[in-house]
């Protein structure tokens, strides 16, 4: 029964260790997302899975360590540690649309660390079961618990764990390798501006690769003169800088990102541009991504077209030259490339309205 139970809970816990780190690693995610896997659902119902073994083994789990050396108790507690710090930092993840922002960030960081600080425990672990290594228990620890037969015989569960446990810490390897180096390419090059990083999103499999002469910005629909701007044109416009905190409302945060660009209404103001539309469609220039707003927002809420963060010009990974950004809405709305704003009567729903069910307005 306990060998049993310890094989389903290494599955289901192999299962979410890989499809966590897909989560994680921004092109599996975006691979998954477009061949659409619901990778997301998979995992939480892996963890619910997961939940319930860990519930029906805590019985078993204690009186099987009840007068075992401590090192088995360790070994019993610290699953049992690492794993409410995993259910509950997941569950606040999961239901993280009617948490406060600290909290969702906070969940995050512990979902992710338990995560790479349990990596060593799970390869000395799964190195004791493949290779048979068996620490011996001092003599006094012996004659106290002496071994159980049990351990003996989970022999032809071996091979098993072998391969399970030796894809997993491939992933995790892979994983592991990535989160150290992640942060290095974070956008602020100054050692105390580095407060969280950009993770990439992209849909799309590419994205744009604008130079500053074939970037445009398109303003149609409902306005009283159709507009084109370029590059060029931008200098005209008051330059409008801001700090401000980068919200995903997949949980990571940016703390502190100073934008640099010009308001939407100021570049209205100075063109004389008027609109009779209630609605504006923003529209990427990877022909996949646009999100929806409301006239008002865009015009009187201190929307901006972005074209420099922390200083520099954007990243072409972060939508260079121009992404739009709403100082009061999740990083959804940041729509990158830009390259129309279309002005309409009715309302469309952006990209993630229709897959993905993220609320309209994307206030945070
Ligand atoms: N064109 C385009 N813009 C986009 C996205 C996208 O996939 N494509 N993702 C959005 C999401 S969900 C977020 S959180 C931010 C992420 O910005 P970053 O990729 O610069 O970190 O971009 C937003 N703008
Ligand atoms: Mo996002």
Redesign the pocket.
Known sequence: MLIRLHFIHSLTFITLLISGLFLYITPTRTWFNKVQIPLVSVHVVTAVIYIVIILLSIRFLLSYTFNKPLIKKFNGYLILVFASLWIFSGATMYFQSSLPIVIRNNAVIIHDWCTFLFIPWVLTHSIGHFLHIRISWPKWWRTKAPLPDALQENSLQRRDFLKFFGIGILFVAIGGYIKWFLPTLSISSNEDKRRGY??????TDDFPRYEDTDWSLTINGSVNQTTVLTMDDVPLFPETTIVDDFH?VTGWSVHGVELKGVLLKDVFDHLGLTTSGKYVTAY?G?QT?YDSFTTSQILDEGAMLVFEMDGQVLKKT??YPCRLYHPSMY??K????LSQLEFSKERELGYWQKSGGYDLNGYL
């Not at 950009?198 to 849909?203: A, E, G, K, P, S």
């Not at 940041?334 to 490339?337: A, E, I, P, R, T």
């Open positions: 950009f993770r990439i999103y992209n849909v995903c990427s990877d991504y972060q939508g990083g959804y940041s729509v990158k490339w």
